[in-house]
């Protein structure tokens, strides 16, 4: 017998193809465009297309890289983002095959000025602080709103109050978060004159780290933009030193857990060997606070000597839960 291998080499394949022509499209102020889907023509591509965005205003859009479709977000006459500033925002996709084959295809999109509704519109936006030290953000006021500091996998949010003070309903189309730590939750999809709507923008504490996002809310009357920040902290376990020996010579007179101090608004509770709840506080803290052996439920007396069970949580998180023992 006699044995051999074939190795199939890849060589660079010669594709003609063009990107069917795109016409130009005209867009209202203040609504989002996306474009056709691309279809091509002339010879098969080699392997896979992949799309990209060229041209003067190409930062303004965005593009799906495996179909084609361009989109971009909504834009204020008055306003005018592209490189002119005259409102006509030109764009060039491009399309390569997997051996380098290319075709390119250029239009624009153009905004137009619409008028204004009877009266002016204007909106603020309040960050409700629980201590009352609210924030009022304006298109021309970007604060930086820091939605505080949380452990990992414990979410923490932020309310804000979406208020309009102008003379026309506002409808909000979109709100877009550029860092995918953060999530928006009660979208209002339009706030009439004097009225007001909330979102909430959460942090979602799935990974240790500072993070920051780029809120844009955009509106029938423009967009608001600012920025909010967060920190998620890896936070160290508590440690149970489980044996209570309430004697007065300093060694073992509480329940003392350590690192409990990292947890505030915690909850301690014990309970004997039937399972019935002796001892219950909030906001452990090894000095005040702490279980020395003497019930605090249905009465306040000693404990005897013996095996109990122990749990610590802080709201819906169980910190430690184990068993105890106290020794008189």
């Known amino acids: 017998t ?16 063009t990107i069917d022509a795109i016409a130009d499209a005209n867009v209202d102020e203040n609504n989002t465009y996306t ?25 303004n859009f965005t593009v799906d890289s495996s ?15 592209d490189d002119d500033t005259n ?45 009352a030290n609210n924030i009022t953000i304006t298109p021309s006021n970007a604060e930086d709103v820091d939605v505080g500091t949380t452990t990992l996998n414990v979410e923490k949010e932020k309310a804000f109050e979406i208020r309009n003070t102008g003379q026309i309903p506002i409808e909000v189309f979109q709100i877009i978060l550029s860092d995918s730590n953060f999530v928006v939750t009660n979208f209002p999809p339009l706030i009439e004159v004097n009225e007001s709507s909330e979102i909430t923008i959460v942090l979602l504490a799935t990974q240790t780290g500072t993070f920051s996002s780029t809120v844009e809310i955009i509106t029938s009357i423009g967009s608001i933009l600012f920025v909010v920040m967060g920190e998620v902290i890896n936070l160290p376990t508590i440690v149970v030193k489980n044996v209570v020996t309430p004697n007065g010579d300093g060694k073992h007179d509480f329940l ?3 690192n409990i101090e ?18 219950s506080i909030e906001n452990y803290n090894n000095s005040d606070r702490v279980f020395t052996g003497i019930a605090n439920t249905k009465s306040s007396q000693e404990l005897i000597s013996g095996n109990y069970y122990y ?9 430690g839960v184990g068993f105890l023992l106290l020794q008189r």
């Open 87 to 131: 409102n006509v925002y030109e764009l060039t996709i491009t399309a390569t095959d997997s051996d380098g084959n290319e075709d390119t295809e250029s239009w624009a999109v153009s905004i137009n000025d619409l008028d204004d509704e009877s009266g002016d519109g204007d909106v603020e936006i309040i960050v409700i602080d629980d201590d």
């Open 35 to 59: 474009s056709v889907t691309p279809s091509l023509s002339g010879d098969d591509p080699i392997g896979t297309i992949t799309y990209t965005l060229g041209g003067s205003d190409a930062s």
């Open 67 to 81: 179909t084609g479709v361009v989109s971009m977000i909504t834009r204020d006459f008055e306003n005018p983002e």
């Open 262 to 279: 990292f947890y505030p608004n915690n909850k301690v509770e014990i309970f004997n060997r039937t399972g019935s709840m002796v001892f």
């Open 311 to 319: 749990t610590v949580k802080q709201g819906k998180n169980k910190l």
């Open 256 to 258: 003392r857990i350590e």
């Open 2 to 17: 006699e044995s051999w291998t074939v190795t199939v080499d890849d060589v660079i394949e010669t594709a003609t193809f």
